[in-house]
């Protein structure tokens, strides 16, 4: 399982940094993913991390939003500036492509205008 934390409420403009460990994968083998579900919408993709440390965003969070993994630890990090009021969402992580049975109970974030 994967296990996003580190949400909170921010004001726009400020900065969250969340923290991803996993559990029970192949982590350095595995691509990551954070995928976000903001209120009433369904999950979408956010940002993933190859396993080879490369990083690819979606176009609405590129330059703002800052993927990284430490194998060691098997954790993956969100570093998340410039926050918008649109960026209020519920926070997970999984593998990329996301497989069904790792989805944690997912992070708050919430950016106040």
């Known amino acids: 399982q994967l296990q996003a934390s580190g949400g909170g409420l921010v004001q726009a403009g400020g900065s969250l940094r969340l923290s991803c460990q996993a559990s029970g994968i192949d982590f350095s083998n595995s691509h990551l993913g954070w995928y976000r579900q903001p209120p009433g919408k369904e999950r979408e993709y956010v940002a993933s991390i190859t396993r080879g440390g490369y990083p690819i965003y979606v176009e609405s969070v590129e330059g703002r939003f800052t993927a990284s993994r430490e194998n060691a630890k098997n954790t993956t990090y969100l570093q998340m500036n410039s926050l918008k009021p649109e960026d209020t969402a519920v926070y997970f992580c999984?593998?990329?492509?996301?497989?069904?049975?790792?989805w944690g109970q997912g992070t708050q974030v919430t950016v106040s205008s």
């Open positions: 999984n593998t990329s492509p996301p497989l069904s049975g790792t």
